[in-house]
């Protein structure tokens, strides 16, 4: 009686092991189930695709145009228009209006256009202020033109060219023949270094 009794114990304990075995296998599936998601392939390349796009379209959005012209070019090219006093007892001590042109060219040191400008320069008893109006024709079709009021140190021509320095937006607002550029903007940055006058435009 007493080995019936441990027989059929042993047979119990055995079926609860292994009920208890089976329920926390099936459980452990499904929690593993809910954690983890297999991410397809196809969503991989998607996203990847999206990153490159962007990125492609950022490029293009920020694409830079970097042009130079040089100082001595302009000078050689200046002619003078006369300028007088309206009143005799005129605030205006001084004054020259001059204009010119040089050839533009790319960093790859090829002539790709043509700058002009010209410059009124008024000295009274506080400064000399000059007005300048510039134009920039290349012949990838970006034509812009920009208004410079500064302040000059002196009426030498280097200085005068030099005053083209600015940071300004532009557009691309004449269109003549074939212009990809025409109605675009950008952000100009306009610096020399003595002996060139530097373009980098920035597309926004």
């Known amino acids: 009686m007493l080995t019936l009794r441990n027989t059929y114990r042993s ?19 499904q929690i593993l189930g809910t954690s983890i998601q297999v991410v397809p392939k196809a969503v991989i390349n998607q996203n990847t695709l999206r990153k490159v796009d962007c990125i492609s379209k950022s ?42 042109r040089a050839p533009v060219y790319n960093l790859k040191n090829k002539l790709v256009g043509t700058c002009s400008a010209s410059f009124l320069c008024i000295q009274n008893a506080s400064n000399i202020f000059t007005d ?7 012949d990838n079709g970006l034509i812009i033109s920009w208004l410079t009021p500064t302040i000059l140190a002196n009426l030498e021509l280097d200085s005068i060219v030099n005053s083209m320095v600015t940071e300004c937006i532009v557009r691309a607002s004449t269109k003549i023949g074939h212009n990809p550029y025409y109605g675009k ?12 006058i530097y373009f980098k435009l920035t597309k926004i």
Do not use: Q
């Open 59 to 100: 490029k293009k959005k920020h694409k830079k145009l970097c042009y130079y012209i040089y100082t001595a070019d302009f000078i050689k090219s200046f002619i003078e228009i006369p300028t007088s006093n309206v009143l005799v007892d005129s605030s205006t001590l001084s004054s020259s209006y001059l204009a010119g």
């Open 185 to 196: 903007k950008f952000n100009m940055i306009v610096s020399a270094d003595g002996s060139k």
């Open 11 to 29: 047979i119990f304990l055995f079926l609860l092991m292994w009920t208890s075995s089976s329920v926390y296998s099936s459980t452990h599936s």
């Open 132 to 138: 300048i109006s510039n134009y920039l024709s290349i």
